[in-house]
């Protein structure tokens, strides 16, 4: 993990964690051990004991409802957070869905309203909320978001959820355009296959799970750690020049096209 402090004195909004489980507290707990002063969202109310109770453990008060598919929840969080805080550091996005009985078939069966949905809260909800943020970001303020390497290869169970975070990735690319005027980095991770709760939600996780570790350049699982480590990185300073990236963090996955350990045999490659 990074040194203690490198967050100190920020100020940063967390958006999707459900549980302990949830990239968004796995990174949401490594900031608050840097340093930095949080503020959280939930979805709902059957998820907001849950929240409340992490949050607090963070040390945070600042417990606001947000459901991203409604532009009035977004509007009123950072209202929220421009009284309490004046000005806003960074903002975590780790918010995705898809219809988990669709993800089980094959993509070309998608439903026409799963689309819309997959798309409104995993890609557009991001743009809105950097839309937002924005008038009240700090000079050298992060933007972070996640994505899979589903969104530029095919994963089994993955589906429409692919199409969406491809989509994610471009906002990226745009947002940091429009905003890095203003001092404003925008990034994502895109992360390996590790045990958290969407990584559950996908059909044939065990075999994607064992596939990353035989396969990668580190052979070896991803660690929380790993991920929480490069967002610190991300939030903080020590990447103040850097936006606009799909930052991997797969233990080497995304470069291996074949790998040898596949087939210890030699074979002939036409």
Not at 83 to 101: E, K, N, S
Not at 206 to 227: E, G, Q, T
Not at 228 to 239: C, E, R
């Amino acid at each position: 993990m990074p040194s203690a402090g490198l967050l100190e004195g920020k100020k940063g909004l967390i958006m999707g964690v459900a549980n302990e489980r949830s990239i968004a507290w796995i990174v949401a707990d490594a900031a608050r051990r840097n340093g930095a002063e949080l503020a959280f969202t939930y979805q709902n109310q059957a998820l907001s004991r849950r929240v409340r109770r992490l949050a607090a453990a963070a040390g945070s008060r600042l417990i606001l409802p947000c459901d991203v598919a409604q532009e009035g929840d977004i509007e009123e969080v950072f209202k929220n957070l421009s009284h309490h805080w004046g000005g806003i550091d960074f903002v975590v996005h780790a918010i995705a869905y898809a219809d988990r009985d669709e993800l089980k078939g094959r993509y070309v069966d998608t439903s026409r309203s799963n689309s819309a949905a997959s798309l409104m809260i995993s890609c557009y909800s991001f743009t809105s909320i950097a839309r937002h943020a924005a008038p009240m970001a700090n000079k050298g303020a992060s933007f972070l978001t996640f994505t899979f390497s589903g969104a530029r290869h095919v994963v089994p169970s993955y589906n429409v959820m692919g199409v969406a975070k491809a989509a994610l990735e471009t906002s990226v690319r745009y947002l940091a355009m429009d905003l890095g005027a203003a001092g404003i980095r925008v990034n994502a991770i895109s992360s390996g296959p590790m045990r958290t709760l969407s990584g559950a939600a996908i059909g044939s996780g065990r075999a994607i799970y064992r596939w990353a570790r035989d396969n990668s350049a580190l052979s070896r699982d991803l660690a929380s750690d790993d991920v929480a480590g490069a967002s610190v990185y991300l939030l903080s300073n020590l990447s103040s020049g850097v936006t606009g990236e799909i930052h991997y963090v797969d233990n080497g996955n995304n470069i291996i096209g074949i790998s040898p350990r596949q087939d210890k045999e030699e074979q002939e490659v036409p």
